[in-house]
């Protein structure tokens, strides 16, 4: 967490000015006199607003947040509505777990308009909250939404100075053959069981189960994923709970330090996140303890219990991606890495078209698909890293191969700051070089046999340089990359 790259120092401003807009919902509805229960509603939904929001230009991402309204509202007045009605409001959160999996096919947008609407109902469970209380949710909520996109689009835009990189699309795919599909159905199928198990270990906090259910199937594409994201929420909620009992018991729910406290947690959640869902979870459980602190029913057995809800929902999606339409860790790691390899294609060949002379080409748009692809890569070969794998051998070549992917990230950044030079001038050799890293890739994703290059670039040629570096590192990811009999890619 402490020492992972933050070009920019990104991520220490986003969650900077998480803090400050989470601060400014709260103390606004505060100021309003809405009720506690609504103040901390409004400061959950300013968070997510400014977490889930993840879309590619300033524009759209105003777009997703003036639509959250939409999918959060309706679900919240449901959930109140149906409080008191045990089987409809099971049957209901069910269906809204289905429909915010499947709205991930529709990208960022999709992604996040399904993370609010699951955790507006999920909020008024955690809250116990009644009809009587929706205009006064509703307005702490839309308060917030207000102030969280202030915060983000005129007090501090910092996607207007630096965009966000585009994620890379979702795997393609028809019918139950859309990743997207298998996981709703998933999700499901885990939420139903954690809802049953988690009801049979309490009646009031049965919700962390089917939440725990929900936050491991985000961001994952393959039955691994959603296995090591389980363990770490686990490992998270552990060392979370341990600080728990040493800091948010003691003090009782005292507001001004709680407060101090919930916005470190609120940083930590934010600087985090990219880096290590462990360290992330481990903040997420302390402000919870917090919260409960604040509303004045925080004790140990509380903390217990929700480790024992967290473990239920871990063990659940466990089964559910073992179990229903699972989407296989190899097949994932395949297709990862392939799209990573073609776009170190595209990027060589916009770096060899600028050099050319081509001012339309733009390798450095490249360059950032290329490093959210390896981020992509990374997330889908964890489970082949993770410490408990109990295959050597597979650990080592995973290892191996995420190694050569970052050499070529490295070549590729290197090439396209050479390209950028104006004083850069076209070499003939480039354009062999160029071709001979085109055959290799198509001889990676082909299965056909790939030779390392002989010829050693000068200190004169430092786009020779990079792009023989790129030769010799797509050169030794063959080994890795195939099985024994060589002919096709295993993702590690």
Same mark, same amino acid.
């Given at each position: ?178 990743? %997207?599909?298998?996981? =709703?159905?998933? &999700?499901?199928? @885990?939420? *139903? $069981?954690? +809802?049953? /198990? ?111 809800? %967290?473990?239920?929902? =871990?063990?659940? &999606?466990?089964? @559910?991606? *073992? $179990?229903? +339409?699972? /989407? ?123 030779? *390392? ?40």
């Amino acid at each position: 967490m402490f020492v992972a790259p933050d070009p920019g120092r990104l991520r220490l401003r986003n969650a900077t000015r998480a803090v400050i807009g989470v601060a400014a919902a709260v103390a606004v509805s505060e100021l309003c006199g809405l009720s506690l229960t609504a103040s901390i509603t409004g400061g959950l939904a300013a968070l997510l607003a400014l977490f889930t929001v993840t879309d590619a230009t300033v524009r759209d991402q105003r777009i997703t947040t003036a639509l959250l309204p939409m999918a959060g509202f309706p679900v919240l007045a449901l959930a109140a509505t149906l409080h008191g009605i045990t089987p409809a409001r099971d049957a209901a959160f069910l269906a809204v777990v289905f429909c915010g999996v499947y709205a991930r096919r529709w990208g960022p947008r999709g992604h996040a308009l399904g993370i609010f609407a699951f955790m507006n109902f999920f909020i008024t469970q955690f809250l116990h909250a009644v009809p009587a209380q929706l205009p006064e949710l509703c307005t702490a909520v839309g308060l917030a939404l207000f102030v969280a996109g202030a915060t983000r689009f005129v007090l501090w835009p910092i996607e207007r100075h630096t965009p966000p990189a585009a994620a890379p699309p979702a795997l393609p795919g028809i019918g139950l053959a859309r990743p %997207t599909t298998r996981q =709703a159905f998933q &999700a499901t199928a @885990a939420s *139903a $069981l954690a +809802l049953l /198990v988690g009801q049979l270990l309490s009646e009031e906090r049965w919700y962390w189960a089917v939440g725990t259910v929900w936050w491991i199937f985000v961001n994952t594409a393959s039955r691994g994923e959603t296995l090591v994201r389980g363990f770490r929420r686990v490992l998270g909620t552990v060392i979370g709970i341990a600080v728990g009992l040493l800091v948010a018991i003691p003090l009782h729910g005292a507001p001004a330090p709680t407060a101090a406290l919930v916005a470190v947690c609120v940083f930590g959640i934010f600087f985090t996140a990219a880096v290590s869902y462990s360290w992330m979870m481990l903040a997420v459980t302390v402000m919870v303890s917090l919260l409960y602190g604040l509303l004045g029913v925080l004790d140990p057995s509380l903390l217990g219990l929700r480790l024992a809800e %967290t473990g239920v929902g =871990a063990l659940c &999606a466990a089964l @559910a991606v *073992a $179990l229903v +339409l699972p /989407v296989t860790t190899h097949a994932t790691n395949d297709a990862w890495i392939q799209r990573a390899l073609h776009c170190v294609h595209a990027a060589t060949a916009e770096a060899a078209a600028r050099l050319a002379g081509d001012e339309s080409a733009d390798p450095a748009s490249r360059v950032a698909e290329l490093e959210q692809l390896l981020g992509r890569v990374r997330l889908s070969v964890a489970p082949l890293v993770h410490p408990l794998n109990p295959m050597p051998a597979r650990k080592r070549r995973a290892r191996r191969v995420l190694a050569l992917l970052d050499d070529c990230a490295r070549e590729i950044r290197g090439l396209a700051a050479v390209a950028a030079d104006p004083e850069a001038s076209h070499d003939a050799r480039l354009a062999a070089a160029c071709w001979r890293v085109e055959a290799a890739v198509e001889a990676l994703t082909g299965g056909t046999d790939i030779t *390392a290059p002989t010829e050693q670039p000068t200190a004169s040629d430092p786009a020779l340089a990079h792009l023989h570096g790129l030769e010799r590192a797509l050169a030794e990811l063959a080994q890795p990359l195939r099985t024994p009999a060589g002919s096709r890619l295993v993702g590690a």
